[in-house]
């Protein structure tokens, strides 16, 4: 097997430099002012298949644990946010080969729909276990490689939606006659922090008394961990991946007998309407500090150009406001020194002006965040097919879990959902419309 980073290597790696240059666009408007937070990369405006985006990445640890990507083509846009946890290998990892998986299986399959997502995420997580197999005898450590999971795919006039941890994708949905809008969030969080996601841990696990643990002020999976789903965390899903006490931090001294964290994804369809004016999609870090109903009002009120950037500054602004400090105070900080105060931030927000695509002039791109240059894209011809199955079938709107969702009284529609195509093994996403009912109870 090659090196783990060689598996990696066309994807960005952290820059070596005391701070990460930023990129600045031709035709980027002042309307933010001088932007001097050397930790914060961003691409103030671009074209995708239904109209722009914007897209912006700060940074808060050591080392860079947010891999992200915006991937377009004349009929499709993908987006992918992968917020890592014990470093940023499994995010990295899924960088470089969601997409290339994804293609491949919808070219096999002649078509795209929510299964081809799913079976494109269970790849990649069997992908990344191969690697911690390959690499656990002489790098233990690589079993705490993990990564929440982020994507959204516009395609063929369908949005798709798969979540794994606890990053949300908000859907701005106008409401007509005043023109206001409204935040619909299509992800639910996969996280302790929740009291019916504990309970769904605990019925998962009747046996076991520390499968949830309050410790380090906050609920943790095996004391340890507060997402409850992830691409990679071997040490939680294989018991040969298991750490010994020489690792105290991630040591479970009753050991596990199978998974603790699930790696199936929640998936969100939607056959897109004008109604539907943007996506904004962001790991954990931006909704530690703006609610999802801000965060949609701040991008209909505002500029389309810097609006990914303008997001971001309002979350650092919240944060330092919390310690009692200013941003250009948490400016001056280095990186992971920033980290007691803020998390790793992506933000990448799609403006949808048409549903039919071809927005984009005909170009097949890769941005990455944080990437000083564009590369070439793991889209191919299975986006540019006319034929093939819809994915949103024959509804306007479906969901793998509870259909009502958390906000769906804010959309204007009355469309039934039909069910979504279900792993049997992996217990379906029911436990998530049980989760999306109680999430105004959780308090992290």
């Known amino acids: 097997m090659a090196p783990f980073w060689e598996t990696i290597s066309r994807c960005w790696k952290p820059l070596k430099k005391k701070y990460t240059r930023v990129r600045r666009e031709e035709g980027s408007t002042n309307n933010l002012g001088r932007e001097d937070d050397e930790l914060l990369w961003f691409r103030d405006i671009g074209k995708h298949s239904s109209g722009d985006f914007s897209f912006a990445v700060v940074q808060a640890n050591p080392v860079l644990e947010d891999y992200s990507q915006v991937d377009t083509g004349p009929q499709s846009t993908f987006v992918g946010i992968y917020d ?12 470089n080969n969601l997409l290339k998986n994804l293609s491949r299986i919808a070219i096999e399959e002649g078509r795209m729909s929510d299964e081809v997502l799913r079976n494109a995420i ?13 690499e656990f005898e002489k790098t233990p450590l690589i079993a705490i490689k993990g990564s929440c999971c ?12 798969a979540n794994l941890g606890d990053s949300r994708a908000v859907l701005g949905v ?3 006659p005043n023109n206001g809008i409204s935040a619909d969030q299509l992800t639910s969080e996969h996280n302790a922090c929740s009291p019916v996601v504990r309970e769904e841990l605990r019925s998962r696990h009747p046996g076991d008394e520390k499968i949830v643990v309050f410790k380090n002020q906050a609920w943790r999976v095996k004391g340890i961990i507060q997402v409850t789903r992830s691409i990679g965390d071997a040490y939680l899903k294989k018991p040969e991946f298991g750490l010994g006490p020489e690792y105290p931090r991630f040591h479970v001294p009753e050991g596990i007998d199978g998974p603790v964290l699930r790696s199936d994804p929640n998936v969100y369809t939607k056959r897109l309407t004008p109604e ?24 209909h009120m505002n500029p389309r150009p810097g609006i990914a950037r303008r997001l971001v500054r309002a979350a650092l602004t919240e944060a330092a406001a919390k310690a009692g400090m200013t941003y250009d105070a948490i400016k001056a900080l280095g990186r992971g020194a920033r980290r007691r105060y803020h998390d790793d931030i992506t933000v990448v927000v799609v403006f949808i002006d048409q549903i039919q695509g071809a927005g984009a002039g005909g170009r097949v ?11 070439p894209s793991d889209l191919n011809d299975v986006f540019l097919l006319a034929g093939g199955d819809d994915p949103a079938g024959p509804s306007s709107s479906s969901r793998g879990d509870d259909a009502a969702g958390p906000s769906s009284s804010s959309r204007g529609e009355s469309s039934e959902s039909k069910p979504l195509i279900v792993d049997p093994k992996s217990g379906g996403d029911d436990d998530d419309a049980v989760a999306r009912k109680g999430k105004a109870a959780a308090t992290c």
């Not at 790849?123 to 390959?134: A, C, D, H, S, W």
């Not at 982020?150 to 939606?161: E, F, Q, S, Y």
């Open 174 to 176: 106008l409401n007509r």
């Open 276 to 299: 539907d004016r943007f996506l904004i999609m962001a790991s954990d870090g931006l909704w530690e500090h703006l609610t999802s109903q801000r965060a949609v009002e701040m991008v």
């Open 122 to 134: 269970a790849e990649t997580e069997n992908g990344f276990l191969r690697v911690v197999e390959g």
């Open 365 to 375: 791109v890769s941005v990455k965040g944080f990437s000083l240059s564009d590369g």
């Open 84 to 95: 890592g946890h014990g470093g940023p290998e499994a995010a990295a990892f899924i960088c």
């Open 150 to 161: 982020l994507v959204g795919l516009i395609w063929k006039g369908t949005l798709l939606v």
